[in-house]
């Protein structure tokens, strides 16, 4: 039986009854697929234990991993991705967010601020109300990255069992995904891309809990931290960590405007 050319693997604290998740891979990846989920509901796993056991079940040949409350808004990334894995033999890994500069003394992928950031979330919540596009540059071309957000990661397959989710040093849901970018970008090239639009749920959190995960981060990779793959550095003073553009806003005044010209 022929393999899948991409397996989905997720960390679940769903009901297993739940399948919103699932259904919108099928009806969007465009490519023969396959969809692991792992079951959290009791957080036996961490993230990164999570992660392992979807690896050593996978079969595809792009492993995609993804937070269950990130769907998909364009149909056929499948194939995006599956493109430029084989037009490209030194790529690694892609994402949808991330950065071109690593912090030596701020573990956040965000720290470094404009202009390093890449790529582009759209960000809901139902309990507000709102839906945002937060857009951390406009630049639409694919850009090499030193890491990525953890919602989404696409990495070719053969990379592993030579790397790994080290769920001994984040046995939590933090800096896993640094992390498995610092082992990617030692053999290959990690990019973010503006080909494939992601909805979020939710935003995550920095608290006692994430910060104390970010200085194992730090002291694992001290000796190789800041990671760059630009001449630049950042500078002093303020920095700008992305923007958000209100969609519903931006969706009632085109539609009024609209109106306006009939």
């Not at 939590?172 to 970008?185: A, P, S």
């Not at 749920?201 to 990779?221: P, Q, V």
């Not at 303020?238 to 010209?261: P, V």
């Amino acid at each position: 039986m022929p393999h899948p050319d991409i397996s989905v693997i997720v960390c679940s604290r769903e009901s297993p009854q739940w399948n919103a998740h699932e259904q919108n891979v099928g009806r969007t990846v465009g490519l023969d697929h396959e969809y692991i989920r792992i079951p959290n509901q009791s957080g036996q796993y961490g993230i990164c234990g999570a992660y392992n056991e979807g690896v050593g079940r996978a079969k595809g040949r792009i492993l995609v991993f993804v937070h269950e409350d990130v769907f998909s808004m364009e149909p056929g990334w499948g194939r995006i991705l599956n493109e430029k894995f084989s037009q490209d033999p030194s790529l690694g890994l892609v994402g949808v967010a991330g950065t071109q500069y690593l912090c030596v003394d701020h573990p956040a992928w965000l720290a470094a601020g404009e202009p390093f950031l890449r790529g582009r979330v759209v960000h809901e919540s139902r309990a507000a109300h709102s839906i945002h596009l937060t857009v951390f540059s406009w630049d639409q071309s694919d850009t090499e990255v030193v890491a990525v957000d953890g919602l989404f990661l696409a990495i070719r397959a053969e990379l592993f069992p030579a790397i790994r989710f080290d769920a001994d040093t984040f046995d939590g849901f933090h800096f896993y995904d640094l992390d498995i970018c610092m082992q990617v970008r030692k053999t290959h090239k990690l990019v973010v891309t503006w080909d494939l639009l992601v909805k979020h749920l939710s935003k995550g959190t920095c608290d006692a809990i994430w910060a104390e995960a970010g200085e194992r981060f730090l002291k694992k990779y001290r000796s190789e931290l800041p990671a760059c793959c630009v001449a630049a550095a950042p500078g002093p003073g303020k920095k700008t960590f992305g923007r958000d553009y209100d969609l519903k806003k931006m969706m009632t005044e085109r539609m009024s405007n609209r109106t306006a010209q009939t």
